[in-house]
DNA sequence: TTGAAAGCGGTACCAG
DNA sequence: CTGGTACCGCTTTCAA
């Protein structure tokens, strides 16, 4: 049983197409009766319109193009959640490109969907991009007509509209806490310090030590590869070594648990004598042991926050809604690798 | 700078689009001069056949629609990835939804992009559907001549092309490899017992018990909610304090990490005297401590397969190709929570 | 109340 | 070598 179409059904009521999609329409001008028998004849036949043929008339796709760094990555695949809940809330469906990082991958892609596929992107910056600080491809596609939210990863140097976390309060709260549960010498570990995002959440630790009186000690301001455990592990263990450190704020969940297991190794107790905190809130941080405390960016909230202002773009194409940057706030998950005020007061 | 059309550019050197059409198809009907001119224009101007327009003309989208249960699984993610390499390798989109585990909101996604969204479905069943058996909704779309590949949790009451792990084997595989490590008393907990996919592994184990010479023991053999790790917990601890167990064999990641804590809170040395294996090879494992023997199901290459078998009859449309069924071979990926003959032998 | 026809953006056949 | 035209499936305006 093939797909039918608006002329299988003209042709079965010997009437025109017109007649047939104004009927399927549910318009004024047909009267009851024919209605009545197209309908029932279209839902028997589970008529459903051509979305190309759709797409085309209405120059519309009501689909999203979301270009991901990597979904292996816990954060992103919160985001994608939350960007398919709201868009399919609204009816639009979601075409999904991994960008690995890459920048020509990221060029492609936008190229590739930049043809009717979708109306609108969802993007998070590829690290390669961010490194090589090489935008025009943004630039062009908002320049044709396409607009794009882009989200954790974002630069100023494009003009859209933006969801990003609080990355640099967040930081800064996190030194805080820090400091009220008794940790003065706390690294920073980042694992995108070249990017804008590193920047703002480096710039919140170098706040966060100046608020709480805290010496900055560039020693202990760490750049790591996320996947270069090994090199990681060398730079950072003359530290623990030196008894140099009594605390980590690390940017990413891996290189926190990786701190953590280094620490333990070189006979630190968690949290007693040592308190780690990892951003990004994903599994690993509920069953590393200890169960380890971060700062939780919401991703699904952000992915439903990137995927509504999108739509509203994308819905009301006549007004002009001027560019926005929503700011999620983050919230510190505190476990067990931390130390709290209670313990404190023993 | 709003996209550009063949018109436009017809337009543009007093053409025809026609005219326009074939030199930017690089057609030999058109003369070298007029070729270059309008390539050069087309391409100064980004122009880019519409989508929707060829989709519409040609009867075929060039994409793919992925409906996975849950995109916060590991495994899922790397099958996604899987399909997104092949698919982008071969010019292929990718359209993903996510079923959520329910039966409704698989009906309607397969309805929402079976009106010439996509050219296919790569889908893993959601529970839900499973349980009820009802696959109408497959064969429908299937009958409409739209082609599915299952992956994992596939069915044999539908008939279309499946990739899957060879789960029997494994889980025989499994025991074996425990018992050949000195196991006797090895329980299976499942987390998807009703399904055929838990059906299949479950005959495997039942199987690798025989196959050892090892009693079935009906006590031993745990069916638990996945998130409901309370109730796990409650059921599996009487076993430990019994001292009845020496090795558990999980079918989740997240199951077997549960029965390591349990374990070891009960005194136990894990790999000494308690074993332990998973299925799913993802992020937990590696850091799980002791780090969790696993089987691994290859998600990714399942994922590469399935799109290649998707694309392969897509492409193939003329010749029929026979419905297939691939096998992905499993590994068991030894880590710490198991003991090793080379330790045996001590 | 119904139908004819144009148009969305292309491709491809046929004519010149 | 170039142009006219039908068609893919649907909506919408205008005419009947």
């Not at 024919?34 to 319109?49: D, S």
């Amino acid at each position: 049983m093939k797909k039918i179409t608006i002329k299988d059904i003209a042709a079965k009521f010997d009437v025109s197409i017109s007649t047939v999609s104004k009927a399927l329409n549910d318009s004024y001008e047909i009267s009851e009766k024919t209605k009545a028998k197209i309908q029932k004849y279209a839902k028997k036949k589970k008529y459903k319109p051509n979305f190309n043929a759709l797409s085309l008339k209405n120059r519309r796709t009501k689909t999203i193009g979301i270009v991901i760094p990597n979904m292996l990555n816990y954060f992103y695949a919160q985001v994608f959640k939350g960007v398919e809940n709201t868009a399919n809330a609204n009816g639009y469906k979601i075409i999904t490109c991994i960008s690995n990082e890459s920048y020509h991958k990221e060029v492609e892609t936008l190229e590739m969907l930049s043809n009717g596929s979708i109306d609108g992107f969802i993007l998070s910056i590829a690290k390669e991009t961010g490194l090589m600080k090489n935008y025009e491809h943004f630039e062009n596609t908002i320049e044709e007509g396409t607009p794009i939210v882009m989200f954790d990863r974002v630069t100023k140097k494009v003009a859209c509209d933006k969801v990003v976390a609080d990355d640099f309060e967040a930081v800064a709260k996190t030194v805080k806490h820090l400091k009220n549960t008794g940790c003065n010498k706390i690294a920073f570990v980042s694992t995108l310090k070249e990017l804008p995002l590193g920047k703002q959440r480096y710039k919140g630790y170098l706040q966060g030590l100046e608020n709480e009186g805290l010496e900055v000690d560039k020693d202990i301001i760490l750049n790591v590869q996320e996947n270069d455990y090994k090199k990681y592990e060398e730079i950072i263990t003359p530290f623990f070594k030196k008894n140099k450190l009594d605390a980590v704020i690390a940017t990413s969940e891996q290189s926190a648990i990786a701190a953590m297991k280094i620490a333990q190794r070189e006979g630190y107790k968690i949290p007693e004598n040592f308190s780690v905190i990892g951003f990004a809130n994903g599994i690993l941080s509920r069953h590393s042991s200890p169960k380890l405390t971060t700062v939780s960016q919401h991703g699904e909230l952000m992915g439903e926050t990137a995927a509504q202002m999108l739509i509203d773009r994308l819905e009301k194409k006549d007004q002009e809604i001027p560019l926005a940057t929503k700011v999620i706030q983050t919230d510190l998950v505190e476990r067990n690798s931390t130390k709290t005020f209670l313990e404190l007061k023993k």
